[in-house]
C-alpha cells in the first residue's frame, strides 16, 4: 500500500528558532515535491527534488531527498511569521501518481 | 493569466442534488487531477487523465464521473449529493514525467 507520513502533523515553534518536518514514504520513489498552502487558499509548489541527494533551498527553507531511506526532509531556518502555513510533501508514484502526505500545519509564534 | 481556474469556486446544495465543477488549464499540460481536500486538510487522490484518457481511478463512489473533452479541461460530476461530499475539491495539471502539478484555487462544496 502507498502511504506517505510527514512528522510532525502540528508544529508550532518561536521566531528564530530552527526545525525540520520529515516526510517517509512505503515504496520506492526518485520524485518528491514539497508544496505550501495558507489558510483557505490553494497548494503552491515549493520545490522538486528528483533524484537521491537532490538538495534544494529557497531563503530559509531547505528540502532534501534522500530515495534509499525513503525519507525527505524540509528545514525551516531562523523561522519567521511568514512561513505559518502547512507544508506537504507529494511523492510520485507509477502512473502520474501523485500522492501527498498528511501534511505538517506549522504556526510560528513571535 | 490564471493557469489552472475552477469554477465555481464556492457551492452550496442540498442532499441529493447533482452538480458539476469544471476545470480549465492553459499550460499546455497533458496530465489533470482531481483532489478532495477533507476538514482535516488530507489530500486524496481522486482521478488522473493523461490526452483525455483515464490513468487512475481511486476508490471514489460511482457517484462522481470525470469528464475530459480535451486535454485542456477535466471536469467533475457528482450524482445524490450526501452529506460525506462536503470538501474542497482541487483541480491540477503538469506535464507528463516528472514536474510539479499546479493547482487550482479550490472548489468549496458543502452538501446541506
Given at each position: 500500500?502507498?502511504?506517505?507520513?510527514?512528522?510532525?502533523?502540528?508544529?508550532?515553534?518561536?521566531?528564530?528558532?530552527?526545525?525540520?518536518?520529515?516526510?517517509?514514504?512505503?515504496?520506492?520513489?526518485?520524485?518528491?515535491?514539497?508544496?505550501?498552502?495558507?489558510?483557505?487558499?490553494?497548494?503552491?509548489?515549493?520545490?522538486?527534488?528528483?533524484?537521491?541527494?537532490?538538495?534544494?533551498?529557497?531563503?530559509?527553507?531547505?528540502?532534501?531527498?534522500?530515495?534509499?531511506?525513503?525519507?525527505?526532509?524540509?528545514?525551516?531556518?531562523?523561522?519567521?511569521?511568514?512561513?505559518?502555513?502547512?507544508?506537504?510533501?507529494?511523492?510520485?508514484?507509477?502512473?502520474?501518481?501523485?500522492?501527498?502526505?498528511?501534511?505538517?500545519?506549522?504556526?510560528?509564534?513571535? | 493569466?490564471?493557469?489552472?481556474?475552477?469554477?465555481?469556486?464556492?457551492?452550496?446544495?442540498?442532499?441529493?442534488?447533482?452538480?458539476?465543477?469544471?476545470?480549465?488549464?492553459?499550460?499546455?499540460?497533458?496530465?489533470m487531477?482531481?483532489?478532495?481536500?477533507?476538514?482535516?486538510?488530507?489530500?486524496?487522490?481522486?482521478?488522473s487523465y493523461n490526452?483525455k484518457e483515464l490513468?487512475?481511478?481511486?476508490?471514489?463512489?460511482?457517484?462522481?464521473?470525470?469528464?475530459s473533452?480535451?486535454?485542456?479541461?477535466l471536469?467533475?460530476?457528482?450524482?445524490?449529493?450526501?452529506?460525506?461530499?462536503?470538501?474542497?475539491?482541487?483541480?491540477?495539471?503538469?506535464?507528463?514525467?516528472?514536474?510539479?502539478?499546479?493547482?487550482?484555487?479550490?472548489?468549496?462544496?458543502?452538501?446541506?
Amino acid at each position: 500500500e502507498l502511504k506517505v507520513e510527514q512528522n510532525p502533523l502540528f508544529l508550532s515553534m518561536q521566531e528564530g528558532k530552527n526545525y525540520t518536518i520529515y516526510c517517509n514514504y512505503s515504496t520506492t520513489s526518485d520524485r518528491l515535491y514539497w508544496y505550501r498552502q495558507d489558510p483557505g487558499k490553494s497548494l503552491e509548489s515549493l520545490f522538486v527534488l528528483l533524484s537521491n541527494g537532490a538538495v534544494k533551498q529557497e531563503g530559509r527553507l531547505m528540502a532534501s531527498l534522500d530515495t534509499k531511506a525513503r525519507l525527505s526532509t524540509l528545514h525551516i531556518t531562523a523561522a519567521v511569521h511568514d512561513l505559518s502555513a502547512t507544508y506537504f510533501c507529494a511523492v510520485e508514484f507509477g502512473n502520474e501518481k501523485l500522492t501527498f502526505g498528511t501534511g505538517t500545519r506549522l504556526t510560528i509564534i513571535p | 493569466d490564471t493557469a489552472v481556474s475552477q469554477t465555481p469556486k464556492y457551492l452550496v446544495t442540498q442532499m441529493g442534488n447533482d452538480k458539476s465543477i469544471k476545470c480549465e488549464q492553459n499550460l499546455g499540460h497533458d496530465t489533470m487531477y482531481w483532489y478532495k481536500q477533507d476538514s482535516k486538510k488530507f489530500l486524496k487522490i481522486m482521478f488522473s487523465y493523461n490526452n483525455k484518457e483515464l490513468i487512475i481511478n481511486e476508490t471514489v463512489p460511482n457517484r462522481f464521473s470525470p469528464k475530459s473533452p480535451d486535454k485542456a479541461h477535466l471536469n467533475l460530476h457528482i450524482n445524490s449529493l450526501e452529506l460525506g461530499d462536503s470538501a474542497v475539491y482541487f483541480c491540477a495539471s503538469r506535464h507528463t514525467g516528472g514536474t510539479e502539478a499546479f493547482f487550482g484555487q479550490g472548489t468549496r462544496l458543502t452538501v446541506v
